[in-house]
T-cell receptor
């Protein structure tokens, strides 16, 4: 009963470094999401994928890229990390109708 | 443009009393609504949901009310307990509608504090 698994849980990057956050779900969900949570800002959608091979920008996509290579996995890449990207990142997946959704435990990213 | 709004960033309630968290939405295509609870250092967890064909759904101490004409929903917690202290997020989806199918829209959240 893994649900949604995110790796890593914690990461510290230097400005300009790149990294990929990994997310996998085992619930056969079509939709997957990447959110960031910042104090006072709630959950803001970075990117969204309605199905394998499709991705759409959310509210705050700048500085990020995503990849949905298969139904299970949805990765988020920071090509050149900036301090403004210091945040907690959550991956989620939902049924096609989005009547249920499950979140991972989050990745706490600090960019120095 | 936020389609789901939680206008109260925080709410403080005494233990044993009712907590009422509010949520408004703007998109008339939304037909399914969910509430999530989030503790610090954890991912959000599902709490309760409601379909637009209903106006109330109850699960133990938690009840969600939907007023479609006002595009408003609320979560009632009775009685409130200190363990309920968390951030509560409202979310909406258009479960069978066109281009928005399969996407959840979240509000900014309300921090609930239940004090003894």
């Amino acid at each position: 009963n893994a649900g949604v698994t995110q790796t890593p849980k914690f990461q510290v990057l230097k400005t300009g470094q790149s990294m990929t956050l990994q997310c996998a779900q085992d619930m056969n969900h079509n939709s997957m999401y990447w959110y960031r949570q910042d104090p006072g800002m709630g959950l803001r959608l970075i990117y969204y994928s309605a199905s394998e091979g499709t991705t759409d920008k959310g509210e705050v996509p700048n500085g990020y890229n995503v990849s949905r290579l298969n139904k299970r996995e949805f990765s988020l890449r920071l090509e050149s990390a900036a301090p403004s990207q210091t945040s907690v990142y959550f991956c989620a997946s939902s049924s096609r109708e989005a009547t249920e959704a499950f979140f991972g435990q989050g990745t706490r990213l600090t960019v120095v | 443009d936020q389609q789901v709004k939680q206008n109260s960033p925080s709410l403080s309630v005494q233990e044993g009393r009712i907590s009422i968290l509010n949520c408004d939405y703007t998109n008339s295509m939304f037909d399914y609504f969910l509430w999530y609870k989030k503790y610090p250092a954890e991912g959000p967890t599902f709490l309760i949901s409601i379909s637009s064909i209903k106006d109330k759904n109850e699960d133990g101490r938690f009840t969600v009310f939907l007023n479609k004409s006002a595009k408003h929903l609320s979560l009632h917690i009775v009685p409130s307990q200190p363990g309920d202290s968390a951030v509560y997020f409202c979310a909406a989806s258009a479960s069978n509608r066109g281009s928005t199918l399969g996407r959840l829209y979240f509000g900014r959240g309300t921090q609930l504090t239940v004090w003894p």
